[in-house]
């Protein structure tokens, strides 16, 4: 199992990211998928989730109405839209899959003008 993230950056308060985890070594369309991030000094924090199929998009409350989850199931892809961001999103995004070793490596999101 191989989760590969990319996409981070530094954006500036109320700009866009686009984030993508490419996922290999499993069948990717079987498996439900999230994001996670954390920041310094807090815990890892669930952002978003999605089923297998696509259906059943979830979002913490702090998200919800800016962040968009999707799946590619044709390119083992899942992304992660982020818009209208605020610097309290700064941190490592990471892509989860129910498999070990769960996570990608992460990448980082700074947003801070």
């Known amino acids: 199992v191989q989760l590969v993230e990319s996409g981070g950056g530094l954006v500036q308060p109320g700009g866009s990211l686009r984030l993508s985890c490419a996922a290999s070594g499993f069948t990717f369309g079987s498996y439900g998928m999230k994001w996670y991030r954390q920041a310094p000094r807090n815990e890892r924090e669930l952002v978003a989730s999605i089923g297998s199929d696509g259906s059943r998009p979830y979002y913490t409350d702090s998200v919800k109405g800016r962040f968009t989850i999707s799946r590619d199931n044709a390119k083992n892809t899942v992304s992660l839209q982020m818009n209208n961001l605020k610097p309290e999103d700064t941190a490592v995004y990471y892509c989860?899959?129910?498999?070990?070793?769960?996570w990608g490596q992460g990448t980082q999101v700074t947003v801070s003008s």
């Open positions: 989860y899959a129910p498999l070990r070793p769960y």
